[in-house]
């Protein structure tokens, strides 16, 4: 490249096109999303600068602070001003279940990119109205995603190359638990994530959808059917008071009725024939957030755990018996998925990188009008998968078509 060409290039990265970003909702993924907004700029070479515009939410004095933790320019009261804005391409849901239908169409029609947490919807009828508005705003080149964050665990990518390039073979077994514990406890209060009418489920769709997204990633196949049990262990606890329930009643030792599955058990058929077992809960004692899967192929296995990100396990089926056995890589090289914009090998990623990754890849697909992934007809399908699992499990485990 010549001297001049550099320059230019200088110049062009200081002329890059912002990007506005405009988010809905200030918790655990508010915070988790704003960090990747602000990191992904400054690791990735990108075509466009990503700017954090306004954030919204319903407290005027709670957003305006989230507003200064996590780096937005404008604080909002109301998803819809935030969505009308001038300074805003992109519209970034991170609010419960039960609002991200109305906030996603709305924010489609309007011109707008969309990124949506997960699950997509808390219903497929919902579901179903935000892959078809994607599909009408795709024709305008317009980008929709579903924060599967999970496929952007440097490993978990990885491990979808490795079964992409046939160093498996034929897929006989497909393994993912999810196994989170912060429901063990009785006196935990009753929130919004334990009301069916915000969170659509429990488990199954706060913790099972990664699973089924997963499983359906790695294998390149979809599940046809599903057996399912479920259960909700505690079926009543304390009412909070205040908005951050979602329920009124000020401090008082009043009790409601949870109203989700604490956890789900579920197997299923993948299209390709390999057979899959599912589990995810929030009661698994002493396992905090451990998302472990294994595959299983003919010419070998796969095996990752959350709590280990940065390690993938590998057992080559071919190798000679008496040397064969699983080894730990460690997903730290330049070579792997992600890992050549940060640190010298061994430097190990965290559970917030991949925040920063999702972004990369969606402002490179808004960038190069390429259809990114997951995208919401990828989130409708899990949606699918979600609504088999509830029917099997009412007719206690009675095998359920997953519909198409
Ligand atoms: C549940 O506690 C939760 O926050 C999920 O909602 C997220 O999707 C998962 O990544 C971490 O656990």
């Not at 600068?49 to 602070?65: N, S």
């Not at 190359?161 to 497909?174: F, K």
């Not at 604490?262 to 995810?280: H, N, S, W």
């Amino acid at each position: 490249m010549t001297g001049t060409a550099r320059s230019e290039q200088t110049d062009s990265e200081a002329a890059k096109p912002a990007l506005g970003i405009g988010m809905v909702g200030y918790a655990f993924m508010g915070a988790a999303h704003s960090q990747g907004w602000r990191t992904v700029g400054h690791v990735f070479d990108l075509p466009v600068r990503p700017r954090l515009a306004a954030i919204c939410g319903r407290d005027a004095g709670a957003v305006r602070a989230a507003a200064d933790r996590h780096g937005w320019a404008a604080a909002e009261t109301d998803w819809r001003a935030l969505v009308a804005r001038d300074d805003v391409q992109l519209v970034d849901v991170c609010t419960p279940g039960d609002s991200h239908a109305e906030i996603a169409v709305a924010a489609l029609e309007a011109g707008k990119h969309v990124l949506c947490e997960k699950p997509l919807a808390n219903t497929v009828e919902e579901a179903e109205a935000m892959a078809e508005a994607a599909e009408r705003a795709a024709a305008r080149g317009q980008i929709a995603m579903v924060g599967f964050n999970y496929r952007r665990v440097p490993a978990i990518a990885y491990a979808r190359r490795l079964i992409a390039a046939g160093r498996l073979g034929a897929l006989r077994h497909v393994r993912v638990s999810y196994l989170q514990d912060w429901l063990v406890d009785p006196a935990f209060p009753l929130t919004w994530r334990l009301q069916k009418q915000h969170a659509g489920s429990g488990a199954l769709g706060d913790l099972g959808a990664h699973a089924v997204d997963l499983a359906q990633y790695l294998a390149g196949e979809q599940l046809a059917g599903v057996s399912a049990l479920s259960e909700t262990f505690v079926r009543e606890r304390p009412v909070l008071s205040g908005a951050s329930s979602g329920l009124s009643g000020a401090g008082t030792t009043e009790r409601g009725q949870v109203t989700v599955d604490d956890a789900v058990v579920f197997t299923g058929r993948l299209t390709g024939g390999a057979l899959a077992v599912f589990e995810a809960t929030r009661m698994a004692s002493g396992r905090k957030n451990a998302l472990r899967l294994e595959i299983n192929g003919e010419l070998g296995s796969l095996a990752f755990d959350l709590e280990r990100l940065n390690e993938l396990s590998f057992h080559d089926q071919t190798e000679p018996a008496d040397l064969a056995g699983f080894r730990r890589i460690l997903v730290t090289e330049p070579g792997h998925p992600y890992l050549e914009a940060w640190w010298p090998p061994g430097h190990a990623l965290g559970y917030e990188h991949t925040f920063a990754h999702q972004a990369r890849d969606l402002l490179t697909s808004i960038a190069e009008g390429t259809p990114p992934h997951p995208t919401f007809a990828d989130g409708l399908q899990v949606q699918r998968v979600l609504a088999a699992v509830e029917e099997s499990a009412a007719k206690n485990a009675a095998y359920t078509p997953v519909a198409g």
